[in-house]
Each structure stands twice: as structure tokens, then as C-alpha cells.
């Protein structure tokens, strides 16, 4: 029988202190030429809205070239948000590849990028009211790509309930509605979010993932620029601004608006959304 060392080795302190190394240094990645988007934006006119109401969700559209913003309207508030190509739904929001070239949060001159085998930018962040926060004492920040949104199926495990009206849920009703289907055949497009608004990070002494009550008011906002044409569907989270716990019926909750701004034709210039990702898909076939 294997003996399983349970005391440190001499070396433990010289492992330890090994420099990391970025996994993917994003130099060569391409750049979004944010001062030709703020300029754009300057001449765009408002064409739609949703209002997202607490404790559910609300889907919307965006074409390619637009802008949309999410915006706290009453009180604090955070978002899950999915994003889906409009023509291809199976082209969706990559949370985990996101998260490998940006980091655990997102803020101005980011992207969401999509799934296999396109793997292109989605949407473009370009203005973030809550940039100042940074990073806290905690090791928290805003706007993360870390937790995948509160769902009924870990409620379950954890408490037994049967409650509806997670971001998960809320996000497949919406998205069955704007579909036209039950939602079993919505649930499988249903995929980890960007946790707008949301204030996280990872407890320092045990790696945990943790939420702190979000720093968004009234009047900010975060705006993207939809680099393909996309269905989004935002849930207002049941935790509300996320200071005490997921899933609730009892903590404050408020709803958020959605606003979408088409700029003047000739704005853009030569702008075109860009192609699916150049790999060959023939994996050494």
C-alpha cells in the first residue's frame, strides 16, 4: 500500500515561490478600435428597449454595428446575461475562454467571445461606469465571468427547494418565449453568463468563490457594441445588489433597463463584423 505523505517536503517553500506564467499573453490578439466605436456612438439614435423585471428575465436584440446598454434604474441590481448569434444560437457567449484571455472580470476594451468553432468577438465592452472599482481589499471586482449564474438544480442539492425563478430558470423562460418553444427545448441553449454588476472574487485563505454587495446605483451602466448580429437575454438576479445570498424571495430586488443604439450609416467607416475564428477544423485529420 502507497503511503501518502502528509507533512512538506524540504522544497515545499522553493515550489512555492515559482514565478506564474500568463497562459495566454493576448499581445498579438486584436485590438477594438474603441475610438472608432465612441465616435460611432456619438451619432446613434435610441431604437428599443426592454425593462427587465425583478426576479426574471427579458430577451432582446441587437444588430451588428449597434450598441446596447444595461443600466441600474432603481436601486442595486445585478444581471446574468446570455448572448447568442441571432442567425446560429448554437454560436453563444464563451465564458471560460473569455475568462482565459481577460481575466476573472470584465470592464471598457474587452470582448465577449463566442463558442467553438467560431470563436470571434461578440460583443465589445465599451463604456463601464463601474471601471473605478478595480480591485478590492477582498480580492473582489465587478462585472465577473467566473460564476455560471444561480441555478435550480444546485438550490436543489443544497436545500431541497424547488424554486423557479433563478437566473438559470429565468433565463430559459425567456428564451422559450422569444423562441416559441417549451422550455426543455430552450434549457440547452441556456450557457454561463457575464455577471453584470456583480461584485465577486475567490476567498484568499480557502479559494472559495464569494459575492459582496455590488457597488452599482442608479445611473450606471455598461455598454457593449455588438460586433455580430445577437439575442440576449438578461435576468435580473433574485439576490438583488448579492450582499447575502442567491435565490431569494426576501432580498430587495429591482429591475434593469436595456436601451439599443444604432449610429448613422456612414459612422463606422469601413467596419465589418468579423469572420468565424481562421482555424481549419481538421484537428490533424
Known amino acids: 500500500m502507497t503511503t501518502i505523505p502528509t507533512t512538506q517536503p524540504e522544497d515545499a517553500e ?30 446613434a439614435r435610441k431604437v428599443g428597449e426592454v425593462l427587465v423585471p425583478p426576479r426574471d428575465a ?68 465599451t463604456e463601464d461606469t463601474l471601471g473605478w472599482y478595480g480591485i478590492d481589499s477582498f480580492g473582489g471586482s465587478v462585472h465577473d465571468v467566473i460564476g455560471t449564474r444561480c441555478d435550480p438544480y444546485t438550490n436543489n442539492l443544497l436545500s431541497g427547494g424547488q424554486y423557479h425563478h433563478c437566473c438559470h430558470s429565468n433565463l430559459t423562460r425567456a428564451l422559450a418565449g422569444h423562441l416559441g418553444v417549451g422550455p426543455a427545448e430552450a434549457e440547452p441553449h441556456v450557457h454561463d453568463v457575464l455577471n453584470v454588476f456583480m461584485c465577486t472574487g475567490f476567498t484568499r485563505d480557502t479559494g472559495q468563490y464569494f459575492m459582496k454587495a455590488s457597488p452599482v446605483r442608479p ?15 438578461l435576468s435580473a438576479c433574485p439576490g438583488g445588489d448579492c450582499s447575502s445570498e442567491h435565490s431569494s424571495d426576501t432580498a430587495a430586488c429591482h429591475p434593469l433597463l436595456v436601451e439599443v443604439f444604432t449610429p448613422e450609416a456612414a459612422a463606422l467607416g469601413g467596419w465589418t463584423p468579423p469572420a468565424p475564428n481562421g482555424y481549419d477544423r481538421s484537428h490533424g485529420h
Not at 522553493?14 to 451619432?43: F, G, K, S
Not at 470592464?107 to 470563436?119: C, H, K, L, Q, V
Not at 455580430?228 to 437575454?233: F, H, R, S, V
Request: contains cysteine; neutral net charge.
Open 14 to 43: 522553493q515550489r512555492r515561490a515559482i514565478a506564474p506564467v500568463i497562459c495566454y499573453p493576448t499581445e498579438t490578439l486584436p485590438a477594438p478600435d474603441l475610438a472608432l466605436y465612441r465616435a460611432a456612438r456619438r451619432t
Open 58 to 125: 427579458a430577451t432582446f436584440t441587437v444588430p451588428a454595428g449597434s450598441f446596447f446598454r444595461i443600466s441600474s434604474v432603481e436601486g442595486p441590481q445585478v444581471g446574468d446575461l446570455n448572448l447568442w448569434n441571432a442567425q446560429d444560437l448554437s454560436e453563444r457567449f464563451y465564458s471560460g475562454k473569455t475568462r482565459a484571455l481577460h481575466g476573472t472580470h470584465l470592464t471598457a476594451g474587452e470582448r465577449m467571445w463566442s463558442s467553438f468553432p467560431d470563436m470571434r468577438p461578440m460583443a465589445t465592452i
Open 219 to 233: 445611473g450606471d451602466f455598461l455598454e457593449f457594441f455588438a460586433e455580430i448580429d445577437l439575442l440576449g437575454a
